[in-house]
């Protein structure tokens, strides 16, 4: 009997265990915000007010890139030069509360480096947006400019 008491605890340590390890996982959010190749585009049809802020290295840029977009040059954002290319654009992103969409190659650390050093500098993180799969996953040609 004694050792069905202690395997009972054992199990019952486990599930509590399992249960504040899912609810931890739960808790911690994403702190970055994530927008669709299909709601970008429904914003720039619907002309609503929005910055696309293009960070693509300026080859990959000149090969496509969104419309409209902001070019920065600053992929990867990881030296002060990088950042700094990013720092010439902060005062056209001040003078507006407009969303922001960040498109980089894929998506990814690049985007992510980008929204953190945006809020480093006092830019909302509620106004951005990381593009999910970045320029390289952008299904809509039709909006891709080409030089």
């Given amino acids: 009997m004694k050792r069905w008491s202690n395997l009972l605890f054992v199990h019952l340590i486990v599930l509590v265990g399992t249960v504040a390890m899912a609810g931890n996982i739960l808790a911690a959010e994403d702190p970055f ?21 293009d960070i693509q290295i300026e080859d990959e840029y000149a090969r496509h890139h969104i419309r409209g977009s902001l070019a920065t040059y600053a992929y990867p954002v990881k030296s002060d030069a990088q950042k700094a290319k990013l720092d010439r654009v902060i005062p056209n992103l001040s003078a507006n509360t407009d969303p922001i969409v960040i498109i980089c190659p894929r998506g990814g650390g690049g985007a992510k480096r980008t929204f953190e050093y945006l809020v480093s500098r006092g830019i909302q993180s509620k106004r951005m947006f990381i593009l999910e799969k970045g320029q390289s996953g952008w299904p809509y040609p039709k909006l891709v400019a080409n030089n």
């Fill in 33 to 53: 915000n994530y927008i669709t190749p299909e709601k970008t585009k429904l914003r720039i049809e619907s002309g609503e007010a929005v910055t696309l802020l």
